[in-house]
């Protein structure tokens, strides 16, 4: 299991799994109320350079506030809207691509042609354009995310089902009687999930991005709530002065998503069957 | 044709070094002594002069078209500019015109100019924004070339104010090119007017043949640029000799730059809460009082500005005409504040909505997040909501008074009459929907009154009930910074204008 084969999996899995406990676990290990500020203290270093004082180990943002409790809070939001968005965003682009694919005909029509419609447009600028309509919350920004991000499952499940339908087990399981519907969930989908998991994972590392993005744009969640993309938008314009602001919310977003990317590309190599044939 | 990603990434670095050399170039120099670009957060939107009711904007126009008065800073009164004498004689207004004054089509300034202009103000349906200033005026008489009476409602002292920046163009011109007058602007101006884009440069070149002496720079550039770090950029890298709204905390960098300056001067926009009194809890005067004991505006200064900004004692700041001495802000008392929202029937704390727009004012998300803060100490509960400037300020928001409680600058204050007027008169506007006969009564004998010593008394008065009554958090001033070419020597000015005849290149 240690092999050179599952080093990627394995340290993907431990970032995502530290970046997990980290925003579970959020009240425990934030060593102050993310959200209390001590004007005072505003602009602190962090503690190893010159100014920097013990109380704060990466230093305080423009109002005062502690930057590691906001780092590690922010992380919560991350994770949920990258999860929450992949969790639905698959769910939903899964049953279209797999109906699409196994149904053809009418079905395929409709979806194939709403798919390329939502391809058609930028993705961030759907999650943009639906962010101004809706307006910010946690909940609006996963919705957005989600009806901009569904289309690659679905694209990419529409076409393995298309494959899947001609395969002889397919036919047995109907011959034997199967309906349907139940030849769709019970043999052609699990046949997906290899990509669908591989997908799940890159397009997490892009959701993140993409929150980030929004919250730095204004459009992503209100601004009591601490994310690092708000973070690198407050912090912006002190970049000259106060640097800390802005390298250590980027160095967060960097490591998750390297760790989720290192996870998924691992999950294709293992799970790639033209990767594992070349072996 | 296919490139490769090495290719795409040299040709690409290639590029923006092409662009990027005529602004490393001239950096070398400095300013042109010809030519000043200005890149400012706000220039003209539109060729109409009169499509605005911003004070940077005028600053724009007023190089080409001339008011007839101005306000003279230093001393706090009128002075001439087009108009040489002026008479308050009951309900009239007389003006007497400066002789001798051309327009830059040769054209003599005569009183049927000035009717023609204020027609075109008044002109709501072709795009002004400027007619409310003249709703009390019934009528413009002209009974010689040189001679302009306002006849008004009732006696109005405080005309003055409202004629200052309301500009006057040809109406010679006016005649011979109709609709397409603005496209065509002739003024009397030290400049005239030579292109306009939207979003793009608005060129004014020197009138050498200018009244009241020549200025020395020859050609004006105005440039709408909104992001900070491009400013900035321009103005380090030479691109732009002058620009405004300098973060504060980057003054401190830019000090040091070999070919910067930074001036700064008390800006003349005043800060405040306002509440809208039409809702709940605002409509009771304890809680109101509370929240003005929660916010610490010297505390926002010292930290969120830097230091960089004036709190205001009393309804307005200590320059306006109708400031009173005699009156304070309310103290920083939380403790207070919990007893007052107690008195008025919310011991566990009240929850409230603070409006705002993020990006229209310098740093208003920070002092946003300060004022929840600070308000949260003193018992409230406050959520914070960022609309779009545009829904903010219309009528789904302040002005449809539609809004409970929200941040905002009245820009270019230089009388406490425009403030209480705008804001706390019955029916002005919606801002407030505050409606207190007795002051009602105050503010209409003031704009009537024509001894400014009577006038300023009955402001206080005003000014008085207004701190009271708590019809508003006032907060702060701050300063206008400008960062400017070292070689560029300029006349500030407290009202955001940014004029080419008060420059000159050393």
């Known amino acids: 299991m240690f092999s050179l084969r599952y080093l990627k999996i394995w340290v993907g899995g431990a970032i995502l799994l530290l970046l997990c406990v980290c925003g579970v676990a959020a009240p425990l290990l934030a060593p102050r109320d993310p959200q209390a500020q001590t004007l005072e203290d505003r602009l602190r270093p962090p503690r190893w350079s010159e100014n920097g004082v013990p109380a704060y180990l990466l230093g305080t943002d423009n109002l005062g506030r502690d930057m590691l409790s906001r780092i590690i809070y922010g992380s919560r939001i991350s994770l949920m809207v990258g999860a929450a968005t992949v969790v639905f965003a698959g769910l939903v682009g899964c049953i279209l691509g797999a109906v699409a694919g196994y149904f053809g005909r009418a079905a395929d029509e409709i979806v194939s042609k709403v798919s390329e419609i939502f391809l058609a447009f930028p993705f961030l600028l759907i999650a943009i354009a639906i962010m101004a309509f809706l307006g910010q919350g946690v909940g609006n920004l996963i919705f957005a995310l989600m009806l901009s991000r569904w289309v690659q499952y679905c694209r990419v499940v529409r076409g393995e089902v298309l494959s899947l339908r001609e395969r002889d087990f397919v036919t047995a399981a109907k011959a034997l009687g199967g309906r349907d519907w139940y030849v769709l969930f019970r043999h052609v989908l699990p046949n997906t999930l290899a990509s669908v998991t591989v997908i799940a994972t890159f397009s997490m590392a892009i959701v993140i991005i993409a929150e980030a993005s929004l919250s730095f744009l204004g459009l992503g969640v209100p601004v009591h709530i601490p994310t690092w993309g708000s973070m690198l938008s407050e912090g912006r314009s002190y970049i000259n002065r106060a640097p800390w602001l802005t390298i250590f919310p980027g160095l967060a977003i960097f490591i998750t998503v390297f760790g989720i990317n290192l996870l998924g590309d691992g999950l294709r190599d293992v799970l790639d069957p033209k990767l594992r044939r070349q072996r | ?506």
């Open chain 2, 1 to 506: 044709m296919a490139i490769s990603r090495r290719q795409f990434l040299t040709r690409t670095a290639l590029g923006i070094g092409a662009a990027a050399a005529p602004g490393l170039l001239r950096s070398a120099g400095a300013a042109s002594r010809d030519r000043v670009t200005i890149y400012h957060t706000s220039v003209a939107d539109s060729i109409n002069p009169y499509n605005h009711s911003s004070s940077p904007i005028y600053g724009d126009w007023q190089h080409v078209i001339e008011p007839l008065i101005e306000l003279d800073y230093a001393k706090k009164e009128y002075v001439g500019v087009l108009a040489e004498s002026w008479q308050f004689q009951g309900n009239k207004w007389v003006f007497k015109l400066r002789k001798g004054i051309k327009f830059h089509n040769g054209a003599p300034l005569t009183s049927r100019d000035v009717a023609f202009s204020v027609e075109k103000m008044r002109d709501e349906k072709g795009g002004s924004l400027q007619a409310p200033n003249f709703k009390d005026v019934t009528e413009v008489q002209t009974p010689d070339d040189q001679t302009v009476i306002f006849v008004t409602k009732q006696p109005l002292a405080i005309f003055l104010d409202r004629l200052e920046n309301r500009f006057i163009l040809s109406k010679v011109a006016g005649d011979k090119f109709g609709d397409k007058l603005y496209d065509n602007l002739i003024g009397t101006g030290p400049y005239k007017f030579v292109s306009y884009q939207r979003g793009g440069n608005l060129v004014f070149t020197r009138n050498d043949e200018y009244w009241g002496g020549k200025a020395a720079i020859k050609e004006v550039i105005f440039r709408k640029v909104t992001e900070d770090a491009a400013r900035l950029a321009a103005l380090e890298s030479g691109q732009a000799d002058f620009i405004n709204n300098v973060p504060d905390h980057e003054v401190a960098r830019l000090q040091k730059h070999p070919r910067v300056r930074i001036d700064k001067v008390e800006g003349l926009r005043m800060f405040f809460l306002a509440f809208n009194m039409a809702f709940k809890p605002w409509d009771n005067k304890l809680v109101r009082q509370a929240a003005n004991y929660c916010v610490d505006a010297p505390a926002i200064i010292k930290n969120i500005f830097d230091g960089i900004g004036y709190p205001i004692n009393g309804p307005v700041g200590a320059n306006v005409i109708g400031a009173d001495p005699a009156l304070k802000r309310y103290p920083y008392d939380p403790q207070k504040a919990r007893q007052l929202l107690a008195q008025a029937g919310f011991p566990n704390g009240c929850d409230i909505q603070l409006y705002y727009s993020a990006g229209r004012y310098p740093k208003d998300r920070e002092v946003c997040q300060v004022v929840a803060a600070q308000m949260v100490k003193g018992g409230f509960r406050v959520e914070l909501i960022s609309q779009e400037w545009a829904l903010f300020w219309d009528k789904q928001g302040v002005n449809g008074g539609k809004l409970p409680f929200y941040y905002i600058g009245r820009g270019s204050l230089t009388d406490a009459d425009t403030l209480y007027d705008q804001y706390f008169r019955t029916g002005t506007t919606k801002r407030t929907n505050y409606s207190n006969p007795e002051l009602d009564k105050i503010i209409e004998e003031q704009q009537k009154t024509a001894d400014q010593k009577k006038r300023v008394a009955l402001l206080r008065r005003a000014g008085k009930i207004i701190m009271e009554e708590a019809t508003f958090i006032p907060l702060y001033n701050l300063a206008d910074i400008y960062g400017l070419a070292r070689n560029l020597i300029w006349k500030m000015r407290p009202d955001e204008k940014v004029l080419g005849w008060d420059m000159k290149i050393k």
